[in-house]
């Protein structure tokens, strides 16, 4: 059983920042990709930030410059830096990962998400 917890979020005001952390916990034999994607209401989930095993880094336009996505792969930990926040930045932020388990099997895992609301 795979298990990833989400932390960080909160209320902020536009041009603040946070930092969130996502521990993945379990039946681990390898974490491969880690990202971050994040839902406002009324639409669709997006990718935020990714990054591959080899640290290979990928963001949407929207962030680019703003946010800087990394891991510890000794703690099975991702974390999304966010700084000069925009209201446009409210949203459900959820952690994703792809992991092989102990048991042999691959899968993509989710957290549950965690609330980040800026304050115009």
């Known amino acids: 059983q795979v298990q990833l917890v989400e932390s960080g979020g909160g209320l902020v005001e536009a041009g603040g920042s946070l930092r969130l952390s996502c521990v993945a916990s379990g039946s681990i034999s390898r974490v491969n990709h880690m990202g971050w994607y994040r839902q406002a209401p009324g639409k669709q989930r997006e990718l935020v930030a990714s990054t591959s095993s080899g640290s290979i880094t990928n963001y949407v336009d929207s962030v680019k410059g703003r946010f800087t996505i990394s891991r510890d792969n000794a703690k099975n930990t991702v974390y999304l830096q966010m700084n000069s926040l925009k209201p446009e930045d409210t949203a459900v932020y959820y952690c994703?990962?792809?992991?092989?388990?102990?048991?042999?099997?691959?899968?993509?895992?989710w957290g549950q998400g965690t609330q980040v609301t800026v304050s115009s």
């Open positions: 994703n990962a792809g992991i092989l388990t102990l048991q042999l099997s691959f899968g993509a895992y």
